[in-house]
Structure formats: C-alpha cells, structure tokens
C-alpha cells in the first residue's frame, strides 16, 4: 500500500471522496472568506465519508502494538532500548487505522464520551473525549502486572496538500 513518494495509497471504495471534497471544500471557502479557516479537522465533514468506529475507538487501534512493546520496554535496562521500544509501539501502531479506515474518517467525536476496554492481553484501557472541536482525546493504558502505565492526550490535526492529499499529525502528551 506504500505510495511511490512516501505515505500510503489510500482506496476510496464507492468513490464519496469527490463529492464530500466538493462540499468541504465549499465549506472551507466561505470560512476562509470570512477568515475563520485554521484547521481542516474544524470543519464538519460530510456523514457519509465517516467510518463506523469513534476517535475513541480508533485511539485504542492506534495502541494494539503497545502491549508487546511496552512490556519490552519496562524490561529493558537500557534507556535506548526502552525508548526505541516506546517509538516502535508508537509509530507501528499509527498506521493501523489508515489502512483498515482508508479515506473514510472517525465519526465526528461527542464531548465527554468514553471508552473502557479490556484488551486481550489484559492491559486496561480508559479514554475520554475532552475536546469535541479540535477533537482531543484523553488516554490511559495499564499493564495488567503494574510493569507500565500509558497516560497522555492527543490532538489529531489534517490539511489539504493538494486536490488528492491530505497531512495529518497527531499532536499531545
């Protein structure tokens, strides 16, 4: 799925991505008109692009690697090691969502909506959304045996790179 030119070829099954640009970029026109434009993920994409899972959801996705990793990574003496492992979970984990979502997108998060899971590993997992626009996620994951805990927020930030391409970043603590 790699492009020739970095990042991944994304698939727009039932081809909705033309028309919902078309009404973004309507959208994103008249806010820049009116000098409100900053940031794509502030303006409300269309109900149709979304994929059925919530930035929740996918925020837990976005760390099914950590459980190996992270464990690995308590175990190490080394202080490398350890963050080349915390890197591994991090940057494995963020394409996870890309390549099963391809161009659709979370559904439109909800203000203080939350999410418990019990992941298969045992790790314990809370996350809460405390920001609806931008959409800020709140996270915590537990190791089952006390070895780590994950606890951050995260930002999740897109912008048009041309008529086909977006950039996105995941920005927080």
């Known amino acids: 799925m790699a492009h020739k030119n970095g990042g991944l070829n994304l698939i727009d099954e039932g081809n ?3 028309q919902a640009f078309k ?10 008109i009116k000098r409100e434009f900053s940031d794509l993920l502030k303006t409300p994409a269309p109900a149709y692009m979304h994929y059925p899972r919530t930035y929740l959801e996918a925020s837990a996705k976005d760390l099914s690697l950590a459980p ?3 464990k ?3 175990e190490a003496t080394d202080p490398v090691e ?13 394409s996870i969502n890309v390549i099963e ?4 997108a979370p ?4 203000l203080g909506e939350t999410i418990q899971r019990v992941l298969p590993t045992g790790e314990r997992y809370y996350a809460e959304q405390i920001s609806h ?3 800020i996620s709140s996270f915590m994951l537990e190791d089952p045996n006390n070895m780590y805990t994950f606890v951050g927020h995260f930002e999740m930030k897109a912008w048009p790179t041309g008529l086909s391409s977006l950039q996105g970043s995941r920005v927080g603590n």
């Open 16 to 18: 909705v991505i033309p």
């Open 23 to 32: 009404e973004l970029l309507s959208k994103i026109g008249k806010k820049i």
């Open 68 to 70: 190996l990793y992270f």
């Open 72 to 74: 690995k990574a308590a």
């Open 82 to 94: 350890r963050l080349k492992y915390v890197v591994a979970a991090y940057i494995g984990g963020s």
């Open 101 to 104: 979502m391809q161009c659709r």
């Open 107 to 110: 559904l439109n998060p909800i």
């Open 133 to 135: 626009h931008p959409p």
